[in-house]
């Protein structure tokens, strides 16, 4: 604990350094897990920079809501875009807040799925008998209580075979992840998808006992990472990134190209760039640890593959 405050500290004072850079809407979070994973002696270090306020947050270029996730509502909080699967902003916190989150200017606090005891989630859910899948987003759905998770769960209809959770709490705070959550995860009727969110090996350090849990319970393991500027665009750090999630029993699933929210646009890296990393990647590794390369478009019927 001494090691990870001191850590925190750090991090707090180095942000102090920057006042000006703060956006007091969305402030520095990082749970001390995640901060115990930082080199304080590296000033680029890739997990500090996706926590660590900059002031090229303030650069001009992108817009508020990159994905057009505020036409697709149908519901507080629900949010359809794709067939079969309908997705509910299920919480609006998060344990940690990264720099380049493409929600990190969503209106949650007139869009939660949870308030109203999923209401409005389960009349678009259990009306719509296409549905096979929901999704559980945010915000992060498990910063919920287990009894809110379980109020959902046992009202979705029969026609809704998995629930699919997107979480980083089990690699950035562990800790949160706790034998309720697990006894509900294994007491699940549907299918029981988590797409993890690791962007860097390093991320998994510490947390191979709660996903060992996880897939004990039988939550299916996938992760998503966002293709970032300084965090992960190198060949290695990506194919570093494949084989430490494999040996945790995650599968790689999306590589994203970054959304272009406004106040993030220090992290892009460009199509060309991606496509020369993916070739490299794929040159390399099983095809099944090669995550899919893809960009969001809004209107777009599915995450457009970038080939
Ligand atoms: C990303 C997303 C999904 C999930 O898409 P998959 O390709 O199935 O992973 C579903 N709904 C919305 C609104 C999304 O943004
Ligand atoms: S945990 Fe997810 S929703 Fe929360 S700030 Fe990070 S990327 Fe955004």
């Not at 800790?175 to 294994?186: Q, S, T």
Request: hydrophobic share 40%; with cysteine.
């Amino acid at each position: 604990m001494g090691v990870d405050q001191h850590k925190a500290d750090i991090i707090a004072n180095r942000e102090e350094a920057e006042p000006a850079a703060e956006d007091s809407s969305f402030p520095l979070r990082v749970p001390p897990h995640f901060a115990s994973l930082i080199d304080p002696d590296d000033p680029d270090d890739p997990l500090m920079l996706q926590v660590l306020p900059s002031a090229a947050e303030r650069l001009p270029g992108g817009v508020r809501d990159p994905v057009g996730d505020r036409t697709a509502i149908v519901g507080q909080g629900v949010i359809q875009k794709y067939a079969g699967r309908i997705l509910l902003i299920a919480s609006g916190a998060c344990a940690i807040h990264c720099r380049y989150c493409f929600r990190r200017h969503f209106p949650y606090a007139a869009e939660l799925a949870s308030r109203d005891g999923w209401q409005a989630a389960l009349r678009a859910t259990n009306a719509d008998t296409t549905l096979r899948e929901v999704i559980l987003s945010g915000g992060d759905p498990l910063m919920l209580s287990v009894r809110r998770l379980r109020e959902l769960s046992q009202r979705l209809g029969s026609h809704i075979h998995r629930l699919r959770i997107h979480s980083r709490i089990p690699t950035v705070e562990p800790g949160r992840v706790g034998e309720d959550l697990l006894e509900w995860i294994a007491e699940l009727h549907q299918t029981c998808v988590v797409v993890l969110h690791v962007n860097h090996a390093r991320e998994l350090g510490g947390s191979t006992e709660v996903l060992q849990q996880l897939r004990q319970a039988g939550a299916l393991l996938l992760n998503q990472a966002v293709l970032l500027r300084g965090v992960n665009d190198r060949a290695d750090a990506l194919e570093e990134l494949s084989e430490a999630l494999i040996a945790n029993g995650i599968l790689p699933y999306y590589l994203h190209m970054l959304d272009p929210v406004e106040g993030a646009s220090h992290f892009d890296v460009g199509e060309r760039r991606a496509r020369e990393l993916m070739h490299v990647l794929r040159s390399r590794l099983s095809g099944y640890l090669v995550p899919r390369l893809v960009r969001e478009s809004a209107g777009a019927p599915y995450k457009l593959p970038v080939l």
